[in-house]
């Protein structure tokens, strides 16, 4: 009986002792289990500051790429537009050069062709977008002699900007020439060849300032040459030296001194039309010679003329 009993609280003690032992493994576990975690957590949080700290100077070095990145665009466009201006000027050299060679055969009297260089005198003027737009509908290029005395807000539409149009002169092909500053005719450019050169010398610099640049190296005297008198063998002298060459005109609808009608500025027209180089004289501010303009250049072409915008080395500017 005895030895059972202690069997049995043997048994009984082991038992215990194995539900304490496994008491105590299932604690630690417990234990192990919730200071694993926390300190898992704790890796967690810092592995999301270095990843913060990390994707802060990933876009950091990013953005310095595509800036770099942007500024060589950059760089490589400002050089583009440089090899596309100096496309532009070759292809130009060499369509005036063209032009020439046609003179000179036309003058030797080696062909039957004819030319004729369209001028327009005393723009811009608002007026001057229709001119442009006609000029754009036939394919023609034509010469603006350019005065600044109307001021930046156009003479005929004082809401809008006149100055921008030096910019679409020269966006649209056509050539820009100096016609003074001022215009002033009676207002003292003639009064001596200083007054004249400085209002030549001001032009030129507003058509630089207002198309970026833009060199000019014609002219054409306000009111025509004969205006300077006395004083024109001194201008042309100056003139020369700041390497301008000059130009008059052959031909008119004599919109300059006012026409009163379509017929009148035609018949002018027409019957001025004599050469086989001929220069036209227009002025971009008269109305009728913009509703005339149209069937200008038609009759110039059906009349076997072809029509180009004035250059320095032709023969029809006077150095």
């Known amino acids: 009986m005895g030895r059972r009993v202690t069997k049995r609280r043997k048994s009984k003690f082991l038992s215990q002792k194995k539900f304490l032992v496994l008491e105590g493994l299932f604690i630690l576990l417990i234990l192990f289990f919730f200071f694993g975690g926390i300190f898992l957590l704790y890796q967690i949080k810092e592995l999301d500051k270095k990843y913060s700290l990390l994707e802060i100077k990933y876009k950091k070095t990013l953005s310095q790429y595509y800036n770099q990145k942007k500024e060589m665009n950059q760089i490589h466009d400002i050089t583009s537009v440089e090899d596309i201006?100096?496309?532009?000027?070759?292809?130009?050299?060499?369509?005036?050069?063209?032009?020439?060679?046609?003179?000179?055969?036309?003058?030797?009297?080696?062909?039957?062709?004819?030319?004729?260089?369209?001028?327009?005198?005393?723009?811009?003027?608002?007026n001057t977008y229709k001119v442009l737009d006609i000029l754009d509908q036939y394919h023609v290029k034509a010469t603006f002699f350019t005065i600044s005395m109307n001021g930046e807000y156009c003479f005929d539409n004082k809401s809008e900007n006149c100055f921008s149009l030096y910019k679409e002169y020269v966006k649209r092909g056509h050539t820009i020439a100096n016609h003074t500053?001022?215009?002033?005719?009676?207002?003292?450019?003639?009064?001596?060849?200083?007054?004249?050169?400085d209002a030549v010398v001001r032009q030129e610099e507003h058509i630089k300032n207002q198309t970026g640049g833009y060199i000019t190296n014609i002219l054409r005297f306000p009111g025509g040459s004969a205006q300077s008198k006395d004083l024109k063998g001194p201008i042309i002298d100056k003139l020369r030296e700041r390497g301008y060459g000059w130009v008059d005109w052959t031909a008119e609808d004599g919109d300059g001194k006012g026409?009163?009608?379509?017929?009148?500025?035609?018949?002018?027209?027409?019957?001025?039309?004599?050469?086989?180089?001929?220069?036209?004289?227009?002025?971009?501010y008269n109305r009728i010679t913009t509703e005339i303009l149209p069937s200008a250049i038609t009759y110039l072409q059906e009349n076997g003329y072809q029509i180009y915008p004035l250059f320095y080395d032709s023969h029809m500017i006077q150095k």
């Open 85 to 126: 201006d100096k496309s532009i000027e070759s292809i130009k050299s060499k369509y005036f050069q063209n032009i020439k060679a046609l003179e000179d055969e036309i003058l030797a009297g080696k062909s039957n062709k004819k030319i004729a260089y369209l001028t327009f005198d005393d723009g811009p003027y608002f």
């Open 259 to 284: 026409i009163a009608s379509w017929d009148e500025g035609w018949n002018k027209f027409t019957s001025s039309i004599n050469d086989n180089i001929e220069v036209i004289l227009f002025h971009d």
């Open 181 to 197: 500053y001022t215009h002033a005719i009676r207002g003292g450019l003639y009064s001596s060849v200083d007054s004249f050169m």
